[in-house]
């Protein structure tokens, strides 16, 4: 176990003890795709609070993060709910780039929505790979199954289309009727290694503004206290998006990182691939 996470393994063993931050590697981004209309953002929700707002109400880019205790371990989930309609073809790269695991959503009444579903997978894929990343964890989310009579998207057929890919799974959802929302959470973070724990029927629910398990910080910032046995989770109230320079910042840290994961015996082509990346990204933080 890395020095850190020793460090706050230890410091959560303690009753009363606070902790303000998760350590690097417990920490994932989620970043919600797909065409306007379809729902990414009533998943979310339905995700966070259990809630189902029926007004649609255009995103530009919304930001949340949720905080997690299992096992004594920290854990941060940040998603990034995106615009079905992003004007920056960079900022969209940045978010990909900068995501761990990936929710695509279309309509089934929306055929037009389900080929944008295919063209994002191909996106994210080429980006992340391109990257470096051996893998992406994602989940296809063919939501609002509530509108049967207008289906324009054969189930059976929106499978085969993914049934190849490795770490990709298809589920049909309706954020109306809370329809298969804990069944996609659960298989995105299957699909990634993520703690089970984090799926919204496998932990409890804690407020900031009114659970006991909870106090400031000495840096005032919300912590969770180790009072709670079993998993339980809060959603930030403040969290704000990070800036893009600190985006690509820790993308550069997460190319460094892999870099070193990579066996001795890399050969050289490989190791220059990688600095490359790193000076690229240095370049773009410039």
Do not use: W
């Amino acid at each position: 176990m890395p020095a850190n996470a020793m460090a706050m393994a230890s410091k959560a063993s303690t009753p009363d003890s606070e902790v303000s931050a998760p350590p690097q590697e417990n920490c994932y981004r989620l970043v919600v795709v797909g065409s306007p209309k379809v729902g990414k953002t009533a998943i979310v929700s339905r995700f966070l609070n259990g809630k189902f707002e029926d007004q649609y109400t255009p995103t530009i880019e919304d930001f949340h993060r949720k905080i997690y205790k299992i096992k004594g371990h920290v854990y941060q989930l940040d998603i990034l709910d995106t615009s079905g309609n992003n004007p920056f073809p960079a900022i969209k790269k940045l978010s990909i780039l900068t995501g761990d695991v990936f929710i695509l959503v279309f309509s089934i009444d929306n055929k037009d929505s389900f080929g944008e579903v295919q063209r994002l997978r191909k996106q994210i894929l080429e980006t992340k790979c391109g990257n470096g990343a051996k893998s992406v964890p994602m989940v296809i989310a063919g939501n609002k199954c509530d509108r049967e009579s207008s289906r324009q998207v054969n189930a059976e057929d929106a499978r085969r289309a993914f049934e190849s890919s490795k770490k990709c799974t298809f589920v049909e959802t309706s954020a109306k009727r809370c329809h298969n929302i804990d069944v996609l959470f659960k298989a995105l973070f299957e699909n990634a290694k993520m703690p089970s724990e984090m799926s919204p029927s496998l932990h409890r629910k804690i407020s900031a503004s009114s659970s006991p398990a909870l106090k400031p910080s000495s840096n005032g910032k919300l912590a969770l206290r180790r009072r709670l046995s079993e998993a339980c989770g809060m959603v930030s109230p403040n969290a704000r998006r990070p800036s893009v320079r600190s985006d690509l910042l820790q993308l550069r840290s997460k190319v460094h990182r892999n870099s070193q994961d990579e066996d001795d015996d890399d050969d050289d082509d490989d190791r220059s691939s990688i600095q490359k990346k790193l000076r690229k990204i240095a370049c773009c933080i410039q």
